[in-house]
């Protein structure tokens, strides 16, 4: 079946700590973003990639760094210097951007302890 | 930077009764998209609508856009215990550049 696909769903990470959030999809996109998503404040964009190799910086990026070494692959780094990283991570894919639907992974929910 | 911003932000009704949401933006677009976020899941595609379209259905399903207004309404009739969830609304980024760009969404609840 083709999708798209987060792991792990729930991740811990204690203060000073990078962790990596995986996102692979198998729908042959050239497009793929990474959004967090607090309660109640909406999806915000942290990083996008239109093509293998190539990454741009969304609104929220500090903080957060990313790879695009293969097409199916766009995994999202936590870095110790996100301040707030306690947060529901989303990753998605699409064709050509916006002009068409995208399609979303399950979420990480990740949580600093 | 958010385009599109849903009205209102909570909605409660009964079963059997019909759901109307609606979403503003700020800029000219391509099309627009709206989406379902079950609590603590991804989000699911539920319908596309295009700048040169005025409505457009899906099962249970009618969206409206008025671009001279820069506004979307979703409408869900004969709403479903299981139509319980988050609705946010896409749009492309402002700029021009095809970056689905979402809302602050509209909580829905579904009484049975």
């Known amino acids: 079946d083709g999708g798209i696909t987060q792991s792990p769903k729930y991740l811990f990470r204690k203060e000073g700590q990078n962790v990596t959030l995986s996102c692979e999809q198998n729908?042959?996109?050239?497009?793929m973003y990474w959004y967090r998503q607090d309660p109640g404040q909406g999806l915000r964009l942290i990083y996008y990639?239109?093509?293998?190799?190539?990454?741009q910086k969304g609104d929220i990026a500090e903080g957060y760094s990313v790879s695009r070494e293969k097409k199916e692959s766009f995994p999202l780094t936590v870095t110790s210097a996100q301040k707030n990283p306690t947060a529901f991570y989303l990753c998605a894919s699409s064709i050509q951007g916006a002009r068409t639907e995208a399609f979303f992974g399950q979420g990480t929910r990740l949580t600093v302890v | 930077s958010q385009q599109g911003e849903e009205d209102p932000q909570a909605l409660s009704i009964q079963e059997g009764e019909n759901a109307t949401m609606n979403c503003s933006y700020k800029?000219?677009?391509?099309?627009l998209q709206w989406y379902r976020q079950n609590s603590g899941r991804g989000l699911v595609h539920l319908i596309l609508?295009?700048?040169?379209?005025r409505e457009k259905h899906s099962g249970r399903l009618r969206v409206t856009l008025d671009t001279s207004k820069k506004s979307s309404s979703l409408l869900i009739t004969a709403s479903r215990a299981a139509d319980t969830a988050s609705y946010f609304c896409a749009t492309d980024r402002s700029g021009g550049s095809y970056i689905p760009t979402f809302g602050r969404g509209t909580s829905l609840i579904v009484h049975p």
């Open positions: 990639s239109q093509i293998v190799n190539d990454f």
């Open positions: 800029t000219s677009i391509n099309n």
């Open positions: 729908l042959n996109h050239d497009a």
């Open positions: 609508i295009r700048s040169n379209e």
